[in-house]
């Protein structure tokens, strides 16, 4: 009975997941809809994202900078820092950061329209609120995340120049020359293809889970916690992945 | 119009309604009376194609819904128009918004135009002076009111449903409702009202049907309702008298 559950939950996932992205070019396009919550995403979550790269950035680098120096090898801090940025950690912040800010927003406010019934409203109306609602949460994602992470990694990068050249005394510019050097055509593209990834996920999890709320107030705490923790294991996992197959791809050996 | 064969449907394994039948015809005004979680709402859902009956058919206009897909229901839900339970307003939008949701998914009318309909709608209703407000900070009553107006502007509907659009108003408000579900019939649209409020049922229908542990327990007109010697349904017959009764004495 809980397999057979599972089973048809998991199926019901994968058509929204897929349904949610094929229906964006059939017509009508809420492209206002997709500007609201790209509104929502991308740019209200600019100041989460600073702050929370600024300190990773600074962290890394004052914990390399000590590791390395007690190693004679601190000039290696901008190397060390820039590759575990924009491969790892870059990605996954960002995506933490959104999940729980932009997932959780996106199960809430789905799940308290099934409650009030504003889902059915909408069906009556004969609009498909697959279109209306999950689409544009999708597509915004797909867009923004990847954004936020650029934008992460820049603000983490110079956060590691802070302490590398103020606090651990490096040359500032060969920090930002060993940086250069990391941002190779494979680092990047392993590094930009994750955020795209994750924002797909998070939008498909924290809608479903928000689109199957049942249950009254309870029923809302519950679907949105269980869109930030899902949707965190499988950043993390599918991160894990990802890593695994991008570097057979491009071809490093382990 | 509608019509119900032998519809079984369930909740898990909670069955709510067990092989129902009726018949509703183009024009005429039902109310579905029923206690609190009979399944009356659950009835309206099937009607929509919300839900789908696990056994029966459920066949509009001739037409069998119970295997159409959304976008093949959609056709058959322009034929209603439904006020639901709550209000159902959508609560990130203002009161004009709101009512002019389907005029904007609809049609194609100038700003000007929607502003001019919208206010027309809100006047019927007689809440034109909420137009700008969100819909949480709106009274019981007008959020029912609204809700009315937005389902008027839902296209050219056949029958209206209202899902228990009087409850929990008072009663110079649920009057006021009442009034405004007969006047919006008046032109032989029929209408379904869900509702456990028989007083303002008598009001407004002309055919009643009782539900009870998920059949229907009375299918009738109001004298047969009246001289009904169903014991659930005089309980709630004394309801009626007993204010019938206050209203005398009060005039
Ligand atoms: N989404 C749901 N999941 C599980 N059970 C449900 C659901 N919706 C309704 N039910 C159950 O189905 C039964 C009928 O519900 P329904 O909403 O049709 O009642 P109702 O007659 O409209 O009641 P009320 O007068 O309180 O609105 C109830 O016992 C309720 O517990
Ligand atoms: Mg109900």
Redesign the pocket.
Known sequence: MKIKELISELQDFYLLSARGLLVAVKKPFYLKDMIEQMDYAGAGSFVIIFLVSIFTGMALSLQLSAELSSLGLKMYTGKVVGISIIREIGPVTAALVYAGRVGSGIASELGSMILGHQIDSLRVFGVDPLKKLVTPRILSSIIMLPVLTIIGDVVSLCGGYYIAVFVSHQSGTFYWSSIRDVLTFENVFAGSVKPFIFGYLIACISCYMGLST?GGSKGLRKSTTRAVVVSIVMIIVSDFILTRILLYVLGFSV | MIVFDKVWFS??I?H?LKDISFTVGENERIAIL?????????ILKLILGLIRPDAGKIIIDGEDITNKTEDELREVRMKFSIVF?EGALFDSLNVKENVAFCLREYSKLSEDEIDHKVRELLRIVGVEQAIELMPDELSGGMHRRVAIARSLAACKPKMFLY??ATTGLDPVNADIICKLILDLSKNGRGLIL?T?KIFDAVKIAERFMFLKDGIILFDGDKEELVHSTVPDIQIYLNEVSFSGKANKSGG
């Open positions: 049942k | 909740y898990g909670h709510v029923g206690e609190s979680g009979e399944g009356k709402t659950t339970q899902d228990e869900v456990h």
